[in-house]
């Protein structure tokens, strides 16, 4: 279990359940007819992505030049999703 964990092995676990879940929404919209995709929902689920991209290249060991690249790409998304929600509260 240690190994998991150390070698960032989790991270790709959890990263393959974000992607589950994504195409369980996208499922979900198909069958329903709902508008399940929005920009917030995809910029939520971006950021979180790039965060455990953060976490695993960190446990590798990579480079701090990624780590920080991985949050800014977090920081992009988030930014996106509260304007986003800005947006729709407003309209």
């Given at each position: 279990?240690?190994?998991?964990?150390?070698?960032?092995?989790?991270?790709?676990?959890?990263?393959?359940?974000?992607?589950?879940?994504?195409?369980?929404?996208?499922?979900?919209?198909?069958?329903?007819?709902?508008?399940?995709?929005?920009?917030?929902?995809?910029?939520?689920?971006?950021?979180g992505?790039?965060?455990?991209?953060?976490?695993?290249?960190?446990?590798?060991?990579?480079?701090?030049?990624?780590?920080?690249?991985?949050?800014?790409?977090?920081?992009a998304?988030?930014?996106?999703?509260?304007?986003?929600?800005?947006?729709?509260k407003?309209?």
């Amino acid at each position: 279990m240690e190994d998991l964990f150390v070698s960032g092995r989790i991270v790709d676990w959890v990263i393959a359940l974000l992607v589950l879940e994504m195409v369980g929404l996208l499922a979900w919209q198909t069958i329903t007819g709902t508008r399940v995709f929005c920009v917030d929902v995809l910029s939520g689920i971006a950021a979180g992505l790039f965060l455990l991209l953060a976490l695993r290249c960190a446990l590798r060991d990579l480079s701090w030049m990624w780590v920080a690249l991985c949050l800014s790409g977090a920081l992009a998304a988030h930014l996106a999703s509260l304007w986003a929600r800005g947006r729709v509260k407003s309209a």
